[in-house]
């Protein structure tokens, strides 16, 4: 069974602590072993609000987020991934011209799924 992790980085934070929390997405629930959420959710109702487990009486299930699209999205960056390249062949100008590029964009947070 596929399992995506991903884990909680707030904007402006650069480095992510060993304690931060990870949320598992697998094909039927999305949740988290951390002791201060501890909850799963089944996947086909992610978004709706539940507290304590159980739906409010006045609230409705929310559906669509279940989409893997959105799931890889907020399970990865492009951006944590880019420092592999400092350990690549690839040419020493490249490696800049995408430091750059990148550095810029990671300073503005739009690697940060909200």
């Known amino acids: 069974m596929p399992i995506l992790v991903t884990d909680v980085r707030t904007p402006g934070e650069t480095l992510i602590s060993s304690s931060t929390t990870v949320y ?5 629930e999305f949740g988290t072993w951390d002791p201060m959420t501890y ?5 086909e109702y992610l978004g709706s609000n539940f ?8 609230e409705e299930c929310v559906r669509g987020f279940d989409n893997v699209g959105y799931v890889m ?8 991934q880019f420092l592999q390249v400092n350990t ?6 490249a490696k800049t011209f ?8 990671g300073q503005e947070n739009n690697d940060i799924a909200e």
Request: aromatic fraction near 8%; hydrophobic fraction near 40%.
């Open 98 to 105: 995408a430091t750059k590029i990148l550095g810029a964009i």
């Open 88 to 93: 690549s062949s690839i040419p020493q100008v």
């Open 39 to 43: 909850g799963f959710v089944p996947l």
């Open 51 to 58: 507290s304590g487990g159980v739906l409010a009486e006045d």
């Open 24 to 28: 598992e997405f697998n094909p039927l």
């Open 73 to 80: 999205g907020t399970s990865s960056s492009l951006f944590n």
